[in-house]
């Protein structure tokens, strides 16, 4: 048989400054979610999201092969900043797009897996158009993944618990693929956990993360700490801090809720 289970709907804000300054991004996107029981034990869900994206771009702080002297390094004139590059300035240095996303995951009390796709109209955030490097769109990206939540002397029923939940996931975008795999735990109000992000043919990351969770608030910090050759470079690894809210928790459940690590 086939029962409705519930639907949502969620809000979120992400803003990324990459290169102190050098390239800004804001996207605000909307999800819809509608969940199916499919029997006793099997439960499946369906999403789709839509999201609207600014870029920005200050022209100003980057420095190109013209402007640096093989002896003195980046060529000034006088105030500090480099004297202006041959290359022509884009005429855009802002970009406005939509992106559509979709994603379905099936699951019952240890186990889910799930397929989701991003970036389905391949929104164009370029501003240079002089080679196909510099001229591509955001391809759309395909991730699949799976794991399990194990309780830690009980259960998650009706509340918070301790339990660890293993899991993995494959990335593939244009021709560049990737896998993480690690674990999730938690231990009441607190949480925390570690992965392993490996491109193919090529090591990338360690990623760590911690947090706590307070009735409907969490709170989490995560440092994706370099491994490849780009530590050599001194890239300083990534910090993140996320903040979720929900507002909606079903209570008095009979079954062992798996998906509470995403909660």
Request: proline letters at 3%; a negative charge.
């Amino acid at each position: 048989y086939i029962d409705e289970l519930n639907s949502g709907v969620g809000l979120f804000v992400l803003t990324d400054d990459a290169g102190n300054g050098i390239l800004k991004t804001v996207k605000v996107s909307g999800t819809f979610a509608y969940s199916l029981q499919l029997s006793r034990d099997w439960f499946v869900k369906f999403g789709v999201e839509g999201g609207y994206t600014q870029t920005q771009l200050d022209w100003g702080k980057l420095i190109f092969l013209d402007q640096i002297d093989p002896i003195l390094g980046p060529i000034t004139g006088g105030g500090g900043a480099p004297i202006p590059t041959q290359e022509q300035t884009p005429d855009e240095l802002s970009r406005s797009n939509l992106d559509l996303g979709t994603g379905m995951l099936i699951y019952n009390q240890r186990f889910y897996a799930g397929i989701s796709i991003k970036h389905i109209n391949q929104p164009d955030n370029t501003f240079l158009g002089v080679n196909e490097n510099l001229n591509t769109p955001s391809l759309t990206r395909l991730t699949v993944h799976t794991g399990g939540e194990f309780p830690l002397g009980g259960n998650n029923i009706g509340g918070s618990s301790s339990f660890i939940s293993p899991n993995v996931m494959y990335a593939s975008q244009g021709n560049v693929q990737q896998v993480n795999a690690g674990m999730y735990a938690s231990f009441g109000m607190l949480f925390g956990g570690a992965w392993f992000r490996h491109a193919f043919g090529n090591a990338d990351a360690v990623i760590g993360l911690v947090g706590v969770r307070i009735d409907e608030f969490k709170i989490g910090y995560s440092f994706d700490a370099t491994v490849s050759g780009l530590q050599l470079a001194n890239s300083g690894g990534t910090h993140e801090l996320s903040m979720s809210i929900n507002f909606r928790q079903r209570k008095g459940t009979d079954y062992n809720d798996c998906l509470q690590m995403f909660r």
